[in-house]
């Protein structure tokens, strides 16, 4: 930090810091620990976004309630995607506070559950963590669109378009570099944090259309399948019936 100089009256000038401001207080919601919590979530087979939001707030440990949005029945979807200010899942309300959007949802339960570990404790791993969750949550459009996640499929063989190519190098590279730095086996050391909830739907599609990847970045797949929460998400996953056509694409 910039330190300003003060004279003294022989001509001579040291160095003071300047006063700090208090850090501002932050309001905290009413009765957190007894709030009730749900989150709306879509297909578990299929939507990735749901997925990430279900998995960040396991890691935190909130007890939530899941309201699901059927893809089957159009009049209910409507009704409950409209209770979401941005019509998408996954939503996030809790004691009366809505949060949308995966990334604020995982801001905002690092704030109500600090012990978590949701982001890292130190500030370069954090701002590290929060540039590759930026990344997955803003890019990597061509993986996407030519990888949907669908947990139920299985295919071997499967051609991935050119253009993904860019991304699965890009992620690949992520995760190798996280791992050397951070020690793993998870992204940023020995405890799923963030940044594992949003790259966990790449592991699923990369193992979906087995995506060949190399020794370190295998082991980081086979470390998210073996998390218990993703194994609870996977078997309920599987129990969906609807295997709808136009579902085979990133929703
Ligand atoms: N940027 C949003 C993306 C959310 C999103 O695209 N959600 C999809 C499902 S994976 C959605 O709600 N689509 C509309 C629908 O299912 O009707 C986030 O981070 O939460």
């Not at 899942?89 to 978590?116: M, N, Q, S």
């Not at 951070?182 to 739907?201: E, N, Q, S, T």
């Not at 599609?205 to 980081?220: E, I, K, Q």
Request: aromatic share 8%; with cysteine.
């Amino acid at each position: 930090m910039a330190t300003a100089l003060k004279s003294r009256p022989q001509g001579r000038s040291v160095a003071v810091k300047p006063k700090r401001s208090p850090a501002p207080v932050r309001s905290q919601p009413k009765a957190r620990a007894a709030a009730q919590a749900s989150i709306t979530l879509s297909s578990k087979n299929y939507s990735s976004w749901s997925l990430r939001g279900w998995l960040i707030a396991k890691l935190a440990g909130l007890e939530f309630d899941e309201v699901m949005v059927s893809p089957d029945d159009a009049n209910a979807r409507k009704e409950i995607l409209l209770l979401s200010p941005s019509i998408l899942v996954p939503c996030l309300t809790h004691g009366g506070i809505k949060v949308w959007d995966t990334l604020a949802i995982g801001e905002y339960l690092d704030e109500v559950k600090p012990k978590a570990g949701l982001l890292p404790t130190d500030i370069a791993a954090r701002a590290h963590c929060r540039a590759i969750c930026g990344e997955m949550h803003s890019g990597f459009s061509s993986l996407r669109a030519a990888l949907p996640m669908n947990l139920k499929g299985d295919f071997p063989g499967y051609k991935v378009w050119a253009k993904a190519e860019g991304d699965i190098e890009r992620i690949t590279t992520i995760w190798r570099d996280c791992i050397s730095k951070y020690g793993g086996p998870f992204l940023f050391g020995d405890k799923p944090c963030i940044a594992d909830a949003m790259y966990a739907p790449v592991v699923t599609r990369f193992l979906t259309y087995h995506v060949a990847v190399d020794r370190v970045c295998s082991a980081y797949c086979q470390q998210i399948m073996a998390m218990p929460e993703m194994k609870e998400w996977i078997a309920a996953a599987k129990l969906e019936h609807e295997d709808i056509e136009e579902l085979d694409m990133e929703f």
